[in-house]
């Protein structure tokens, strides 16, 4: 055969590109548009979205689904393209990763034996080559219908333990767009972060499953809806459907290295943003955009323990994770669910070389009978064991109240655990609380006053007085924190704090990432 510019195109070659002419979503229209009335994207489209153009190297094109007992060889090059995984190398913005996409024109994204020998092989080279990798997981699970390969329990499948092993090894992002359940789920679940959209649904178990466990008749979205998944902490990063893969590609982004150009934000206005009365909450999210780049945050799991913000950003081009109490929420106390929440957080920033910027403006831990009853104890001791294990430097900022453990937690340990603690203007640090120390430490004088009114003027005074004692001015001068400083010196002196630091301190620990 003669080809478009007069060159002879030989049989076998003819053949070769005739059969990768039917891996391409154009060679099934019908079913795209079907998939894109329903909102969806298939996962070529999903990865030519994200990666540089002509810069996707794929591995297994031509595999079909181990369904030949069943289907003839031509219903399989048609109906099982790639046993519904696409996967492969590239580049995003020059810079190398991995991209595997499950693909939902195929048998709704189903994981099928072969598939699995594909990925696994695309897992392998991953670790080789300690590839970023974005992963669109979404699908139905695990596929039943192969019968090419006899199997029993189909569970010495190593695709999910070979996953999982990657974690703190090569940073691997999730992103669910669609229903992904079982299998698929797990997926995600083992990522280091999970990117969902509005309509997708993230559950161990889909509606066919629930229903032959007897637990009742569900519909897909009824399963793990976003808005579900969202407050309990599942998902890190939820965007508009037609976000998702700018959003992807911005997470994983993060992952590759700094960036060479960035501007940066008017740093006067942070002499304003905290309140000046103890009482009074405040957004902190403005903080944290001034002090990094502009345009180069990203807050994590935002709906799940609010009261501690979790954030990725840049500082010169540089990702740094960014921590901190939020007190519109419980005052920003640390509860169980925050000290979970930070500490997975803190793993996540020392195994990937992220230096840590902790933004304290507490009370302490949350206390109480009902607090206690989440596993307090257990579980805020979490971000103590997390911070002690730092490897990256960790730099301390006390915006407003530094109090009690919570606040050493906060501090890696203590004020002496970070490269460096700083406080800005008008902040307080203390054991705890400073007028519940005040009636803890005085308790019998005050008991003594026999007026409820005199009493509580007495523990007004005292109050002003011990707050004067516990002012950063006063932690600094007795050697406690490194300095006080004008808070729109803040970015400048984390940026020579982790230039001081060097390449060495931040290549990351390489230990795994808690999926919790």
Request: proline share 6%.
């Given at each position: 055969?003669?080809?478009?510019?007069?060159?002879?195109?030989?049989?076998?070659?003819?053949?070769?590109?005739?059969?990768?002419?039917?891996?391409?979503?154009?060679?099934?229209?019908?079913?795209?548009?079907?998939?894109?009335?329903?909102?969806?994207?298939?996962?070529?489209?999903?990865?030519?979205?994200?990666?540089?153009?002509?810069s996707?190297?794929?591995?297994?094109?031509?595999?079909?689904?181990?369904?030949?007992?069943?289907?003839?060889?031509?219903?399989?090059?048609?109906?099982?393209?790639?046993?519904?995984?696409?996967?492969?190398?590239?580049?995003?913005?020059?810079?190398?990763?991995?991209?595997?996409?499950?693909?939902?024109?195929?048998?709704a994204?189903?994981?099928g034996?072969?598939?699995?020998?594909?990925?696994?092989?695309?897992?392998?080279?991953?670790?080789?080559?300690?590839?970023?990798t974005?992963?669109?997981?979404?699908?139905?699970?695990?596929?039943?219908?192969?019968?090419?390969?006899?199997?029993?329990?189909?569970?010495?499948?190593?695709?999910?333990?070979?996953?999982?092993?990657?974690?703190?090894?090569?940073?691997?992002?999730?992103?669910?767009?669609?229903?992904?359940f079982?299998?698929n789920?797990?997926?995600?679940?083992?990522?280091?972060?999970?990117?969902?959209?509005?309509?997708?649904?993230?559950?161990?178990?889909?509606?066919?499953?629930?229903?032959?466990?007897?637990?009742?008749?569900?519909?897909?979205?009824?399963?793990g809806?976003?808005?579900?998944?969202?407050?309990?902490?599942?998902?890190?990063?939820?965007?508009?459907?037609?976000?998702?893969d700018?959003?992807?590609?911005?997470?994983?982004?993060?992952?590759?290295?700094?960036?060479?150009?960035?501007?940066?934000?008017?740093?006067?206005?942070?002499?304003?943003?905290?309140?000046?009365?103890?009482?009074?909450?405040?957004?902190?999210?403005?903080?944290?955009?001034?002090?990094?780049d502009?345009?180069?945050?990203?807050?994590?799991?935002?709906?799940?323990?609010?009261?501690?913000?979790?954030?990725?950003?840049?500082?010169?081009?540089?990702?740094?994770?960014?921590?901190?109490?939020?007190?519109?929420?419980?005052?920003?106390?640390?509860?169980?669910?925050?000290?979970?929440?930070?500490?997975?957080?803190?793993?996540l920033?020392?195994?990937?070389?992220?230096?840590?910027?902790?933004l304290?403006?507490t009370p302490?831990?949350?206390?109480?009978?009902?607090?206690?009853?989440?596993?307090m104890?257990?579980?805020?001791?979490?971000?103590?064991?997390?911070?002690?294990?730092?490897?990256?430097?960790l730099?301390?900022?006390?915006?407003?109240r530094?109090?009690?453990?919570?606040?050493?937690?906060m501090?890696?340990?203590?004020?002496?655990?970070?490269?460096?603690?700083?406080?800005?203007?008008?902040?307080?640090?203390?054991?705890?609380?400073?007028?519940?120390?005040?009636?803890?430490?005085?308790?019998?004088?005050?008991?003594?006053?026999?007026?409820?009114?005199?009493?509580?003027?007495?523990?007004?005074?005292?109050?002003?007085?011990?707050?004067?004692?516990?002012?950063?001015?006063?932690?600094?001068?007795?050697?406690?924190?490194?300095?006080?400083?004008?808070?729109?010196?803040?970015?400048?002196l984390?940026?020579?704090?982790?230039?001081?630091?060097?390449?060495?301190?931040?290549?990351?620990?390489?230990?795994?990432?808690?999926a919790w």
């Open positions: 055969m003669t080809g478009e510019d007069g060159m002879h195109i030989r049989d076998d070659l003819l053949q070769v590109l005739a059969r990768r002419a039917l891996t391409q979503d154009s060679a099934r229209p019908e079913a795209l548009e079907r998939l894109h009335a329903r909102g969806g994207r298939s996962a070529r489209e999903h990865i030519a979205a994200v990666v540089d153009p002509g996707f190297v794929e591995y297994g094109r031509f595999v079909t689904a181990a369904q030949e007992q069943r289907r003839p060889v031509d219903e399989l090059l048609d109906r099982t393209v790639s046993d519904g995984i696409v996967g492969g190398v590239a580049t995003v913005d020059g810079r190398a990763c991995a991209v595997l996409s499950y693909d939902y024109l195929v048998m994204g189903t994981q034996i072969r598939g699995h020998h594909k990925t696994d092989r695309l897992l392998e080279v991953i670790e080789r080559l300690s590839l970023p974005l992963f669109f997981a979404a699908g139905g699970g695990g596929r039943p219908g192969d019968t090419d390969i006899p199997v029993v329990s189909a569970l010495d499948v190593p695709t999910f333990a070979a996953w999982a092993r990657l974690a703190g090894k090569v940073p691997r992002i999730a992103v669910v767009d669609n229903n992904c079982a299998g789920a797990v997926i995600a679940g083992c990522s280091d972060l999970i990117v969902a959209t509005d309509g997708s649904s993230l559950g161990m178990g889909g509606p066919a499953m629930i229903a032959g466990g007897g637990l009742g008749d569900y519909a897909a979205e009824q399963v809806p976003l808005e579900v998944m969202t407050e309990a902490g599942v998902v890190d990063v939820a965007v508009e459907h037609d976000d998702v700018e959003a992807a590609r911005e997470i994983l982004g993060y992952f590759l290295g700094p960036l060479p150009d960035w501007t940066v934000p008017d740093q006067t206005v942070l002499r304003d943003l905290v309140p000046e009365t103890e009482r009074t909450s405040y957004d902190p999210t403005p903080i944290v955009e001034t002090v990094c502009t345009d180069s945050v990203t807050m994590l799991r935002p709906e799940f323990a609010p009261e501690l913000f979790t954030a990725l950003g840049r500082i010169e081009g540089r990702t740094v994770g960014i921590l901190g109490n939020d007190t519109r929420f419980l005052a920003g106390a640390i509860t169980a669910d925050a000290g979970d929440k930070s500490a997975r957080f803190l793993q920033c020392d195994a990937y070389g992220f230096p840590v910027l902790s304290v403006d302490g831990m949350m206390v109480g009978p009902d607090a206690e009853a989440t596993g104890v257990r579980h805020a001791s979490r971000l103590l064991i997390a911070g002690a294990q730092l490897s990256v430097p730099i301390g900022v006390v915006l407003r530094g109090y009690g453990l919570g606040a050493q937690a501090l890696g340990g203590g004020t002496g655990e970070p490269l460096m603690t700083l406080a800005w203007p008008g902040a307080h640090m203390g054991p705890m609380g400073l007028e519940g120390a005040v009636r803890l430490s005085l308790r019998a004088e005050l008991e003594a006053i026999a007026d409820p009114a005199e009493r509580e003027r007495t523990v007004a005074v005292l109050t002003a007085q011990y707050q004067e004692h516990c002012s950063v001015l006063n932690a600094a001068r007795l050697g406690e924190i490194d300095d006080v400083i004008d808070p729109a010196e803040t970015r400048s984390v940026a020579r704090l982790l230039a001081a630091a060097g390449p060495d301190a931040v290549t990351g620990s390489g230990r795994p990432v808690d």
